[in-house]
Each structure stands twice: as structure tokens, then as C-alpha cells.
T-cell receptor
Framework: GAVVSQHPSWVICKSGTSVKIECRSL??????MFWYRQFPKQSLMLMAT?????????EQGVEKDKFLINHASLTLSTLTVTSAHPEDSSFYIC?????????FGPGTRLTVL | AQSVTQLGSHVSVSEGALVLLRCNYS??????LFWYVQYPNQGLQLLLK??????LVKGINGFEAEFKKSETSFHLTKPSAHMSDAAEYFC?????????????FGQGTELSVKP
């Protein structure tokens, strides 16, 4: 199956700093990628839909100025958590849209101190 | 609007026993239905999906699920549990005609397998 990578796999940062997470589709082109966040023992919540060459579509309640999404190429989408705070600590998972299904990345564990 | 409800946040079975994980959905359009498995600190792996056609869907690792429109259900089963099946399982619904599109996930069911 198709492979999606995320970098970094985990990151620890100080409160107030910004963190960038990359999502790459390694062997296929993805015009659409999705970003999810998952709190411990909870489900995946869709944050936004990232479309190559256009603005991301954010789900209700997600702050677009805090979670900046850029989809500059058909194989790369980035999520930047700006001015991170401890409540932003979570597991962030991306997926890339294929013809018949989404392919998920391995996730990025963000811890904000 | 679409939604998914997974009955039981935690299911425990003995090795070799039947696995049954329940999923009910709500959708105003014909749904696409998915089951994913997640191991600790990893992403999601697709187990199986229903789009159209045969209502009994077979997936990887011996899992299968049956789409029952009248019951709005898509329960996941496996005849004989293996220790390696212990993981978190998510049911998800997507909009028909959009197989790679937006998914709504259930709350997840943690499966434990006892030796």
C-alpha cells in the first residue's frame, strides 16, 4: 500500500514556541491531505483538510491562526502549531487521500512544557 | 450529517475466542464504512472497508464485517482472537461517492486478549 511519513515522530517544546510537523506521501501524489489530533484514549478528531495549492478547510472550533497548514506540493503538507501551550500537547496524525482510501501517517507526539 | 457510535470502549476476550466489536452509524447518504486498527503510538491501518456490493466484507488478519442497512450497523468480527490482535479499533464513516474523502471516526474500542 501507499506510504505516508511524518516528521518528527515526537517533539518536546517550550510553551510559546512554534512547532512544524511535516506529512509526506512517499510513493504517490496527494492533492488532499487531512490533519487529525488524538488525545490519550480518545478518537481522532479531524482538524482540517489540506488541499494542494489552496487554503486549508478547518473544522468548526479549530483555530486557523494557531494551526497553520500549508500544502505546497502534491507530496507535502505541513502543520505548524504556533505559540504552543501545554493544552496543545497531543498526538497529531496526518493522512493522504488516495483513489479509494486515506493512507495514514505514523503520527507525531507533541509535548509542550 | 454523519456519525459513528462504537458500543463498548473496552472489550476483553480470551485467546482463541470470538471477537465482536460493535459499530453503528448514522448517515443521510449511502455510507462508506471502514474499520481501522491502531497500535500504541502508531498511525491507523485499514482493516477493511465497505463501499458498495457485497455486504459481508473480508479484511486483513482474519477480520470481517457485515454491513446491515436495516440495523445501521457494521460490526467487526474475528472467529479466533490472537494475542497480536490486542490494539485500539476504530470504525469510521465516509460520504458515498468520495472514497478517499472526509472520515468521521467512532470513539474507539480497545481490545484486550487474555492468554
Amino acid at each position: 500500500g501507499a506510504v505516508v511519513s511524518q516528521h518528527p515522530s515526537w517533539v518536546i517544546c517550550k510553551s510559546g514556541t512554534s512547532v512544524k510537523i511535516e506529512c509526506r506521501s512517499l510513493d504517490f501524489q496527494a492533492t488532499t491531505m487531512f490533519w487529525y489530533r488524538q488525545f490519550p484514549k480518545q478518537s481522532l478528531m479531524l482538524m482540517a483538510t489540506s488541499n494542494e495549492g489552496s487554503k486549508a478547510t478547518y473544522e468548526q472550533g479549530v483555530e486557523k491562526d494557531k494551526f497553520l497548514i500549508n500544502h505546497a506540493s502534491l507530496t507535502l503538507s505541513t502543520l505548524t502549531v504556533t505559540s504552543a501551550h501545554p493544552e496543545d500537547s497531543s498526538f497529531y496524525i496526518c493522512s493522504a487521500r488516495g483513489d479509494r482510501e486515506q493512507f495514514f501517517g505514523p503520527g507525531t507526539r507533541l509535548t509542550v512544557l | 450529517a454523519q456519525s459513528v457510535t462504537q458500543l463498548g470502549s473496552h472489550v476483553s476476550v480470551s485467546e482463541g475466542a470470538l471477537v465482536l466489536l460493535r459499530c453503528n452509524y448514522s448517515s443521510s447518504v449511502p455510507p462508506y464504512l471502514f474499520w481501522y486498527v491502531q497500535y500504541p503510538n502508531q498511525g491507523l491501518q485499514l482493516l477493511l472497508k465497505y463501499t458498495t456490493g457485497a455486504t459481508l466484507v473480508k479484511g486483513i488478519n482474519g477480520f470481517e464485517a457485515e454491513f446491515k442497512k436495516s440495523e445501521t450497523s457494521f460490526h467487526l468480527t474475528k472467529p479466533s482472537a490472537h494475542m497480536s490482535d490486542a490494539a485500539e479499533y476504530f470504525c469510521a464513516v465516509g460520504a458515498s461517492g468520495n472514497q478517499g474523502g472526509k472520515l468521521i471516526f467512532g470513539q474507539g474500542t480497545e481490545l484486550s486478549v487474555k492468554p
